[in-house]
């Protein structure tokens, strides 16, 4: 069920999830704007900052819709809800590991191909499409995957998290489109990649915790080792392991089984993904 004390380790994991999205939706941006310079159209940017706001309003939109509709809930439903919830945002979270993985080697070249012809069709809309649903993507899936959060960790310092996330990331796109060597786009995102694969492990363990509580998957019910005098999951490195991680001072089986065999595979699929990418040869 929900956890009611304050959990501040949920900051890093708002910083975290803002910041990963937050460059993602800056490095569209970034390319789009740099491809109007390029093709002489400053002119057309006037769209595109139009689109930016748009799409942050339509996420603060999500986010007042997605903070009415969940709440409320009590007894078995705030289980279920709580349960889909989190299943939901690892299934998405997983998607946009693995997409980012198979696209990213045409990521730049698919914007750059739509703002061209956005221009030379002389569309304002398109271009403000482009931003705007790029904004509006992030901005749901920074929503999403915050309510889990705080519905898996407990409330906390969210807001702070996520403003310095966002902080941080608008400062880190800009120094890369500046051309400041030191920071790795590559190695950015394959930090928190991992980190966010294991981040959604930790949802999917606690959505099996929530439908066991309430008899929907009774199965694997045994708890397989409790070591909370040790090490707590609901406060200091326990509480942090817990909002990052998944941690759980004493698991079941199910959410021991479900954790693993998670890593394990999308391990697997990431692996083999790049080993394919690796070893194709041009065509």
């Not at 959990?7 to 910083?15: G, I, R």
């Not at 993985?101 to 809309?125: C, N, P, Y």
């Amino acid at each position: 069920m929900a956890f009611e004390e304050p959990s501040p380790p949920l900051l890093t994991t708002a910083l975290l999830i803002t910041l990963r999205e937050t460059v993602e939706a800056s490095l569209v941006i970034g390319i789009v704007l740099a491809c109007l310079d390029r093709l002489q159209a400053r002119q057309e940017r006037i769209f595109v900052w139009m689109g930016i706001v748009a799409g942050a309003l339509g996420s603060l939109c999500v986010a007042v819709f997605a903070r009415v509709m969940l709440r409320g809930f009590e007894g078995e439903a705030e289980a279920l809800v709580e349960g889909f919830t989190m299943l939901l945002a690892a299934v998405l979270i997983t998607w946009m590991l693995l997409w980012m993985l198979w696209t990213r080697t045409m990521f730049h070249q698919t914007i750059e191909r739509d703002v061209t012809r956005h221009v030379a069709l002389k569309s304002g809309v398109g271009l403000f499409l482009l931003s705007a649903t790029s904004v509006l993507r992030e901005g749901t899936e920074t929503v999403l995957f915050l309510q889990a959060a705080l519905m898996h960790a407990g409330a906390g310092m969210q807001v702070l998290g996520g403003i310095l996330g966002i902080v941080l990331a608008l400062g880190a796109s800009y120094a890369l489109f500046c051309g400041i060597r030191f920071l790795s786009l590559r190695r950015f995102f394959a930090v928190t990649s991992v980190l966010l694969m294991l981040f959604a492990a930790g949802l999917l363990a606690h959505a099996v915790h929530e439908f066991q509580e309430i008899g929907y998957l009774p199965f694997f019910v045994g708890i397989t080792w409790d070591i909370g005098n040790v090490l707590p999951d609901t406060e200091g490195v326990g509480a942090l392991l817990r909002a990052i991680l998944g941690y759980n001072a004493n698991p079941t089986w199910g959410e021991v089984m479900i954790y693993v065999a998670y890593v394990c595979a999308v391990g697997l699929l990431w692996r083999q993904t790049v080993r394919c990418k690796k070893h194709r040869l041009p065509v």
